[in-house]
Each structure stands twice: as C-alpha cells, then as structure tokens.
Antibody, heavy 119, light 106 residues
Framework: EVQLVESGGGLVQPGGSLKLSCAAS????????MSWVRQTPDKRLELVAT????????YYPDSVKGRFTISRDNAKNTLYLQMSSLKSEDTAMYYC????????????WGQGTLVTVSA | ENVLTQSPAIMSASLGEKVTMSCRAS?????MYWYQQKSDASPKLWIY???NLAPGVPARFSGSGSGNSYSLTISSMEGEDAATYYC?????????FGAGTKLELK
C-alpha cells in the first residue's frame, strides 16, 4: 500500500522558516517524480514545487521561487520542502504527492500538514 | 498561466440523477485530470488522460472533452459521490488546477 506521511507543519511568524518532510513507503520511491501541492484556506490547489526521480531537476512557480527548496533523499525514501521568507499568503495545507514531474499524474497524496504564517 | 474555470461552483443532485460538471481551459490542453476530495480528506486521483478511471472509481463516472472544454459525468448519483471535484492540466507550464465544483446530495 502506498503511503505518504507529511510532518513539520506548524505556526510560524512572517519572515520565518520551516522545513516539511514526507516519508514515502509502498513503492519504489527513487523511480518517481514527487511534488508538494498546497491547498489554501479558500480551498484552491496550487503546485508549490516538483522534483524528478533522482533529484537533479526541480521546478517552482513564481509565487515561491527563491524562497522554497524541494529536495529528496532516496536512501531514506523521504521528500523535503524547505520554506523561508514565509508570508501570510503561504498559509495552507501542504500535501506531498507522487507525480507532477514530466506530466505524471498525481496518483497518490499524503494526508497533509498545516502551515500557518501569522504574527 | 492556463486558467481552468469550473462550473458550476456548487451543485446538488438527487439520488439516481445524472450529473455533469464542466472544466474550461483558457488555452487548449491535450488531456484533463480530475481529483475527488471529500471533507477533511486529501484529494484522490479520479480520472486521468481525460477519460480513464483511476483504480477503484465506479463505472458510473466518465470523463470526456478535448481542446478547451472538458466534463465529468456521473450517470446516476449516489450518496458517496458528494464531494468537491477539481480538474487539472499538465499541457501548459505551470500545471494548474481549477477552483473546484462542490457536489452535494439533494
């Protein structure tokens, strides 16, 4: 059974940093591109970052480029999202998802971890 | 950015009723993907490559469309189908999602 378990969310002040983790199991992690997708309080979904299977290629939308960094450790079957210079508009539920890179559908999603940016 | 407009935003249907929801893209796309999300749960892949049902999705669901216009249809509404459905495209970068259609049971 495929499982994606996120952790690391919480309350952070504007300008602060946070690192999210996603532990993957039930599939060959090193064979798949992975992504972080967030859902804002108004329920909209937005791709935050995506990474290819070996970690050598990444993509970020303009809204987070230069502030967020996606990475992975294939030996530990874990995906990461380092977030810095956080803004109130980054407040959202952050989902780890398998896919998103190279037109690969989001076949599996984690349960999400909530990030709240507020003073 | 390729904007996906879903309509209606909210709809309700009775048990056994046929349901159709729409997703319109601002630029033509090759395929459309659909995700189902129930309250307090994460999204689930529902339909891929426009018309292929994800594993476990009931056969009463179908997807169709081409170019700028796509739709998701339920042939006969059941209670478990009440959820929000999101469309998503990969053709244009960045990939984008629609705002969702919330389907309620009448």
């Amino acid at each position: 059974e495929v499982q994606l378990v996120e952790s690391g969310g919480g309350l952070v002040q504007p300008g602060g940093s946070l690192k999210l983790s996603c532990a993957a199991s039930g599939f060959t992690f090193s064979s798949y591109g992975m992504s972080w997708v967030r859902q804002t309080p108004d329920k909209r979904l937005e791709l935050v970052a995506t990474i290819n299977s070996n970690g050598g290629s990444t993509y970020y939308p303009d809204s987070v480029k230069g502030r967020f960094t996606i990475s992975r450790d294939n030996a530990k079957n874990t995906l990461y999202l380092q977030m810095s210079s956080l803004k109130s508009e980054d407040t959202a539920m952050y989902y780890c998802a398998r896919g998103g890179y190279d037109y690969e559908r989001f076949a599996y999603w984690g349960q999400g971890t909530l990030v709240t940016v507020s003073a | 950015e390729n904007v996906l407009t879903q309509s209606p935003a909210i709809m309700s249907a009775s048990l056994g009723e046929k349901v159709t929801m729409s997703c319109r893209a601002s630029s033509s796309v090759n395929y459309m993907y659909w995700y189902q999300q129930k309250s307090d749960a994460s999204p689930k892949l529902w339909i891929y490559y426009t018309s292929n049902l994800a594993p476990g999705v009931p056969a009463r669901f179908s997807g169709s469309g081409s170019g700028n216009s796509y739709s998701l249809t339920i042939s006969s509404m059941e209670g478990e189908d009440a959820a929000t459905y999101y469309c998503q495209q990969f053709t244009s970068s960045p990939l984008t999602f629609g705002a969702g259609t919330k389907l309620e049971l009448k």
